[in-house]
């Protein structure tokens, strides 16, 4: 949330639009400014399902930030390339430096490289249970 602030901050306000579910969302929506206009989006379940869902909630903004490790931002990006090309050209980087970000950036390579691995083992177990192992 605070890569989030500075990033507003640093731009002049704007709407920060915060999405999960399982009250991941209300959760990020309770850590903001007071003075932050937030928006909930607390259906999506995955970060594609972020981006699409968010969608709607920022056609309207002029710049558009991703507030989140280089590595997820990496992977938002492209979504948002495949969904709204157009889109594309209205980011900007989030404001953080090294000091306050590294464990993000950090935690967000080791999460990314496992991906793969979490991938092939829900396919290993579904084989399993429908017995064509």
């Known amino acids: 949330m605070a890569v989030a602030a500075q990033t507003l901050s640093a731009h002049g306000g704007g709407r920060l639009v915060v999405s999960g579910h399982r009250g991941e969302a209300e ?3 309770a850590l903001a ?4 206009d ?3 989006e607390s259906t999506a379940r995955s970060t594609l399902e972020n981006v699409e869902r968010s969608l709607p909630l920022l056609l309207d903004a002029e ?12 992977r938002v990006v492209r979504y948002l390339r495949n969904l709204r090309p157009d889109l594309v050209g ?6 953080y430096g090294w000091r306050e970000g590294w464990w ?9 490289s496992s991906l793969p691995l979490n991938r092939a083992s829900r396919r290993l177990r579904s084989r399993s249970r429908s017995g064509s192992v």
């Not at 400014?33 to 932050?36: G, L």
């Not at 209205?90 to 404001?95: E, H, I, K, N, T």
């Not at 993000?104 to 990314?112: I, K, P, Q, R, W």
């Open 90 to 95: 209205r980011l900007v980087d989030p404001v």
């Open 104 to 112: 993000m950036d950090a935690g967000g390579a080791l999460y990314e």
């Open 63 to 74: 710049r558009l930030a991703i507030a989140t490790d280089l590595f997820h931002r990496r």
């Open 33 to 36: 400014p007071a003075d932050v």
């Open 38 to 40: 937030v928006a909930v």
């Open 27 to 29: 959760r990020l929506a």
